[in-house]
């Protein structure tokens, strides 16, 4: 069973505009880590984000914001106004204390958004 | 900051060959993870290594074998390549094996099987 789900493929939005890429996870752990990485057209994997399963309070940087929901089991992130330079697959990832206790990341298949100008 | 390096960007190479991608990081961290990355697929783990001359199986290690001679060095081997290893490979790093550690990516290589 898929351990993290981003729904949206594919994501296109016009410069200036809101959006937010969603993340459900599912996990038997009440310890665990949720993780959003930035993956560019130059192919590495930049860290955005780490939030544990006692912290549910939103978090904003900039124009990213995340709204973590236990109750959804989500850990959803918006880009307010979005900029052509945020174009880029987004992977949101699940670790848990249970997993060999090797901090391993089970990663959802990423979501690509594209920002038009 | 930390530096996850990776020996090429792109490589291209035949069928049966011996393939080495060689990862570097220079942040003391305990543990290293060599990923695959497909479309459609996400990231998937070939192999893990907690400590020196340490490895773990990962998710899909067929094909596959690692070496970690130094701690800041792991090294991802294909003894004998074939077309369906034709991929993008991501090494990582993270500072041990705690479920709190961010793990940290090195620029990929993409790897063409002929």
């Known amino acids: 069973a898929q351990k993290v789900t981003q729904a949206q493929t594919e994501i296109s939005v016009v410069e200036k505009e809101d959006v937010t890429l969603d993340c459900v996870y599912e996990t038997r752990d009440t310890t665990y880590y949720l993780f959003w990485y930035k993956q560019p057209p130059s192919g590495e994997l930049v860290f955005l984000i780490r939030r544990n399963s006692f912290d549910e309070q939103n978090e904003i940087s900039g124009r990213y914001s995340w709204n973590f929901q236990k109750s959804t089991s989500s850990f959803n992130f918006t880009i307010t106004a979005s900029q052509v330079v945020d174009s880029a697959v987004y992977f949101c990832?699940?670790?848990?204390?249970?997993?060999?206790?090797?901090?391993?990341?089970?990663f959802g298949k990423g979501t690509k958004l594209s920002v038009k100008p | 900051d930390v530096k996850v390096t990776q020996s090429s960007r792109y490589l291209v190479k035949r069928t049966g060959e011996k393939v080495f991608l060689e990862c570097v990081q220079d942040?003391?961290?305990?543990?290293m993870f060599w990923y695959r990355q497909d479309p459609g697929l996400g990231l998937r783990l070939i192999y893990f290594s907690y400590d020196v001359k340490m490895k773990e199986k990962g998710d899909i290690p067929e094909g596959y074998s690692v070496s970690r001679e130094k701690k800041e060095r792991f090294s991802l081997i294909l003894e004998s390549a074939s077309t369906n290893q034709t991929s993008m490979y991501l090494c990582?790093?993270?500072?041990?094996?705690?479920?709190?550690?961010?793990?940290?990516f090195g620029p990929g290589t993409r790897l063409t099987v002929l």
């Open positions: 942040m003391d961290h305990e543990n």
């Open positions: 990582a790093s993270s500072l041990s094996g705690r479920v709190t550690d961010t793990q940290y």
């Open positions: 990832a699940l670790s848990e204390a249970q997993r060999g206790s090797q901090g391993n990341l089970i």
